[in-house]
């Protein structure tokens, strides 16, 4: 094999209480990620937000990767998915590349010892080796990631609806809205609703999930960051959403819900920012399976 080429999907972190700790795969959108080995190791980028990723190895996701499994190859990025939106655009090739060099030098790593070696690649983005991204981009379904270990669980079916506002929330800002202290309930609060979200991934039960997404944490504090957070959350729940949460850092917030009910829903929550004066981009997409051969 000379050339490699994976698609790897967009994340969504966090998922309310579960903050740093959980993660599920979405099937779109995906950055699409070639491999092919090269004399020295470089990177090329095309499509969306392709003029503010950098091509240096060093500042680049993909680009720590390859270095940290210690292969020169020519990486090319074909993005699809919007840098700063929440939805782990730099996780993408990170998780992408570590699987594609697997694959195309045979190194015999399982998708599970796969993920700290990905997560390295996010200290270029966020200044630290976190997996909440990397873990179910190549690990599909919801992901919960402690230390350096990431477990899997399947999700029942379930539509996702993805909506991107015209807002800008930067990782930074983002962490700045979060207390570094929180009161003892809180914390409990959140560790059950983190708790239950994944009794109710293990008992296929979409309802429980969807109560489970809301929480004291996350949504509380980053919230006010969205101009009109508030209204498309309740326009999503009426029109039957399991649930709503801010995806990652945000903006982008993901409603689950039945599939038959997603373009009802896809429509509400882009009526509700457009009575804002916000523009938004859509998906109407369902879990992913994770990073693929294509």
Same mark, same amino acid.
């Given at each position: 094999?000379?050339?490699?080429?994976?698609?790897?999907?967009?994340?969504?972190?966090?998922?309310?209480?579960?903050?740093?700790?959980?993660?599920?795969?979405?099937?779109?959108?995906?950055?699409?990620?070639?491999?092919?080995?090269?004399?020295?190791?470089?990177?090329?980028?095309?499509?969306?937000?392709?003029?503010?990723?950098?091509?240096?190895?060093?500042?680049?996701?993909?680009?720590?990767?390859?270095?940290?499994?210690?292969?020169?190859?020519?990486?090319?990025?074909?993005?699809?998915?919007?840098?700063?939106?929440?939805?782990?655009?730099?996780?993408?090739?990170?998780?992408?590349?570590?699987?594609?060099?697997?694959?195309?030098?045979?190194?015999?790593?399982?998708?599970?010892?796969?993920?700290?070696?990905?997560?390295?690649?996010?200290?270029?983005?966020?200044?630290?080796?976190?997996?909440?991204?990397?873990?179910?981009?190549?690990?599909?379904?919801?992901?919960?990631?402690?230390?350096?270990?990431?477990?899997?669980?399947?999700?029942?079916?379930?539509?996702?609806?993805?909506?991107?506002?015209?807002?800008?929330?930067?990782?930074? *800002?983002?962490? /700045?809205? @979060?207390?570094?202290? $929180?009161?003892?309930?809180?914390? !409990?609060?959140? #560790?059950? +609703?983190?708790?239950?979200?994944?009794?109710?991934?293990?008992?296929?039960?979409?309802?429980?999930?969807?109560?489970?997404?809301?929480?004291?944490?996350?949504?509380?504090?980053?919230?006010?960051?969205?101009?009109?957070?508030?209204?498309?959350?309740?326009?999503?729940?009426?029109?039957?959403?399991?649930?709503?949460?801010?995806?990652?850092?945000?903006?982008?917030?993901?409603?689950?819900?039945?599939?038959?009910?997603?373009?009802?829903?896809?429509?509400? *929550?882009?009526? /509700?920012? @457009?009575?804002?004066? $916000?523009?938004?981009?859509?998906? !109407?997409?369902? #879990?992913? +399976?994770?990073?693929?051969?294509?």
């Amino acid at each position: 094999m000379d050339r490699i080429r994976v698609k790897a999907s967009a994340t969504s972190a966090n998922l309310g209480a579960g903050f740093d700790v959980l993660g599920l795969a979405l099937d779109e959108p995906y950055d699409v990620i070639e491999v092919e080995p090269a004399d020295r190791l470089a990177i090329k980028v095309i499509g969306v937000g392709s003029e503010s990723i950098p091509l240096d190895p060093e500042r680049n996701t993909a680009g720590l990767v390859a270095k940290e499994m210690g292969r020169d190859v020519l990486i090319t990025i074909y993005s699809g998915i919007r840098p700063a939106s929440g939805l782990g655009s730099s996780a993408a090739p990170a998780a992408g590349v570590a699987f594609a060099i697997n694959e195309l030098f045979s190194l015999g790593y399982t998708r599970e010892e796969l993920v700290p070696i990905a997560a390295r690649g996010e200290v270029a983005a966020a200044g630290v080796a976190h997996a909440d991204n990397v873990g179910p981009c190549l690990m599909g379904g919801l992901t919960i990631v402690c230390g350096g270990q990431a477990e899997s669980l399947e999700m029942p079916e379930v539509g996702v609806v993805a909506i991107m506002p015209d807002v800008k929330v930067s990782t930074r *800002m983002a962490r /700045e809205a @979060l207390p570094a202290c $929180i009161p003892l309930k809180e914390m !409990v609060q959140n #560790v059950s +609703k983190a708790c239950m979200l994944v009794a109710g991934a293990a008992k296929k039960d979409p309802y429980l999930i969807g109560r489970s997404l809301a929480d004291s944490f996350n949504e509380k504090y980053r919230s006010p960051l969205i101009k009109g957070y508030e209204g498309v959350k309740a326009g999503a729940m009426r029109e039957g959403a399991y649930g709503v949460a801010i995806s990652g850092s945000g903006p982008t917030m993901i409603a689950l819900c039945p599939r038959d009910r997603a373009k009802a829903i896809e429509k509400a *929550m882009r009526g /509700e920012f @457009l009575s804002y004066g $916000i523009s938004c981009e859509s998906f !109407v997409t369902r #879990v992913g +399976k994770g990073v693929e051969v294509i």
